[in-house]
């Protein structure tokens, strides 16, 4: 079993930038392929990014690539998504996916088997 747990949501002025973590626990950090996704009200949940359990291959949607990093601390058991130049369409909850047994997960989240409760994003104008 792995818990997730999101936090560093808030609102933030268009333009500006925000660093959410994902703290794990309950299994070894370093073995969970890790993803973002997000969800806006009244639409299906879609992928933000992808990181390889070791940190070392990562992947981004297309719409923030550029503007979005993500990245792992596997000695803090955490992930942080790092989200500047944000923009209004960036607002959604944010979800921390985790994929034991996977090297990386990529961006389907059918291979993700745990989620965090989700950290709430809203870009203002």
């Known amino acids: 079993q792995v818990q997730l747990v999101e936090s560093g949501g808030g609102l933030v002025q268009a333009g500006g930038s925000l660093r959410l973590s994902c703290a794990a626990s309950?299994?070894?950090?370093?073995?969970?392929?890790m993803g973002w996704f997000r969800q806006a009200p009244g639409k299906e949940r879609e992928f933000v990014a992808a990181?390889?359990?070791?940190?070392?291959?990562?992947s981004y949607a297309d719409s923030v690539k550029g503007r979005f990093t993500i990245s792992r601390d596997n000695a803090k058991n955490t992930m942080y998504l790092q989200m500047n130049s944000l923009k209004p369409e960036d607002t959604a909850v944010y979800y921390c996916?985790?994929?034991?047994?996977?090297?990386?997960?990529?961006?389907?989240?059918?291979?993700?088997?745990?989620w965090g409760q989700g950290t709430q994003v809203t870009v203002s104008s």
């Open positions: 996916a985790a994929a034991p047994g996977r090297y990386y997960g990529g961006y389907r989240e059918g291979v993700y088997d745990y």
């Open positions: 990181i390889s359990w070791s940190g070392s291959s990562t």
């Open positions: 309950g299994r070894t950090f370093s073995s969970l392929a």
